[in-house]
């Protein structure tokens, strides 16, 4: 079972920048496709971010592209989020999440959907002051 721990939240002014982490426990790391969700006080869990298990293959929600960048160091079983140009409404708990990729079919896949995560990190606090 994985473990995952987030950090790097904190409170901004709209336009800085933050970088999110992400470091999980399992040696396995790599065989995760790996994304970043977020949500906001009295709002639905919403995907940010996911990058799949092989060829570093990568899907952005609409709001955050061009903004928000997603890595993977599989050496250091780490995950980021680099984000750009922060707005007040990206102010939300960011959380990672795992799902672990057992089919060769599926290796270049990034998994957009919540329920389809097995693994979440507790989150980590963004705000973003206008």
């Known amino acids: 079972q994985i473990h995952l721990t987030e950090s790097g939240g904190g409170q901004v002014q709209a336009g800085d920048s933050l970088r999110l982490s992400c470091v999980a426990s399992?040696?396995?790391?790599?065989?995760?496709?790996m994304g970043w969700f977020r949500q906001a006080p009295g709002q639905d869990r919403e995907f940010v971010a996911g990058?799949?298990?092989?060829?570093?293959?990568?899907d952005y929600a609409d709001s955050v592209k061009g903004r928000f960048t997603i890595s993977r160091d599989n050496a250091k079983n780490a995950l980021y989020l680099q984000m750009y140009s922060l707005k007040p409404e990206d102010t939300a708990v960011y959380f990672c999440?795992?799902?672990?990729?057992?089919?060769?079919?599926?290796?270049?896949?990034?998994?957009?959907?919540?329920?389809?995560?097995?693994?979440w990190g507790q989150g980590t606090q963004v705000t973003v002051a206008s």
């Open positions: 999440a795992g799902d672990l990729i057992t089919a060769a079919s599926r290796v270049s896949e990034v998994t957009t959907s919540a329920d389809k995560y097995d693994y």
């Open positions: 399992e040696r396995f790391f790599s065989m995760y496709c």
């Open positions: 990058i799949s298990v092989e060829r570093d293959n990568t």
